[in-house]
């Protein structure tokens, strides 16, 4: 009898582990693989003659919180036009590139910029990525895909570089199953080092000439706002996300690059 009870309870907790190694092998995979390739879908918005402009990302595209500041700068250079936004807080660019395909009723969903037919649309994307470890290829994919759907639609993507943020300080912050979960996951995306951003940076710049895509955006070179976290007083709120003033100052070097290219014959 006892010995039965043993082998039962074996079998429970040989069971529990199996459930246990499933759910975490799914959510392993669902973590770090790359988003299928979804397909583009019809819209029949009319073709908008005034400067419109699409932002879209993370955080950072959330609550409208670039628009007034690049409303003002693009006004004061003379150009009539209107900001859009759509953000997802906390999410990496797999989300934000999945939720270009997200139905319009759906929260999150930045297909409502496409339908609008902005002119330019500005992708703040992939601290994330860098802070999660997920790997310069997940980040450079899912980027190029972005570009890809919003160049399927005629608008010109302008891509923000990845911050020279604070990638060790931020994981130091954090709880420690995710520190060292990310710790671990750096060890496979970029050989044990935490400050991955200029490996990130250095793996986009390649893809995006491998897809000869360089000349179809405007890139966005985020070190003319600030080239270190920690050397650049007051434009970090945090280790990883901007303060008002340092979203005031990327929002004039995004103004200056739009009226070369506005300006441009």
């Not at 006004?75 to 906390?90: C, D, L, V």
């Not at 319009?104 to 037919?117: A, D, G, L």
Request: hydrophobic residues 40%; aromatic residues 10%; positive net charge.
């Amino acid at each position: 009898m006892f010995k039965r009870a043993k082998i039962k309870k074996g079998t429970i907790a040989l069971g529990l582990t199996a459930v246990l190694l499933i759910l975490f092998s799914w959510y392993l995979i669902n973590r770090f693989s790359h988003a299928k390739v979804l397909e583009y879908y019809p819209i029949h918005s009319k073709a908008d003659t005034s400067l419109t402009i699409g932002i879209i990302g993370a955080s950072s595209a959330a609550g409208q919180q670039f628009d007034g500041f690049l409303h003002k700068e693009l006004s004061e250079k003379g150009f009539e036009n209107r900001i859009i936004s759509s953000g997802h807080p906390g999410v990496p660019t797999k989300m934000i590139y999945q939720n270009l395909f997200r139905e319009s009723n759906k929260e999150h969903s930045s297909k409502p910029i496409i339908e609008s037919n902005p002119r330019y649309c500005i992708v703040i994307g992939g601290i994330n990525d860098a802070v999660s470890q997920l790997g310069s290829n997940y980040y450079a994919f899912h980027i190029t895909q972005i570009i890809k759907t919003l160049l399927h639609y005629n608008i010109k993507p302008v891509i923000v570089s990845l911050p020279n943020a604070g990638i060790k300080e931020a994981n130091s912050k954090m709880n420690f199953f995710n520190r060292y979960m990310n710790i671990a996951a750096s060890y496979f995306n970029n050989n044990g080092e935490l400050d991955n951003v200029m490996a990130y940076r250095t793996r986009l710049e390649k893809k995006l000439a491998e897809e000869q895509l360089k000349d179809s955006i405007i890139m966005i070179d985020f070190d003319l706002v600030c080239a270190a976290y920690g050397k650049c007083p007051g434009v970090f709120a945090d280790p990883i996300h901007l303060s008002s003033k340092g979203k005031e100052m990327l929002c004039r070097v995004i103004a200056d690059k739009l009226a070369t290219d506005i300006r441009r014959p």
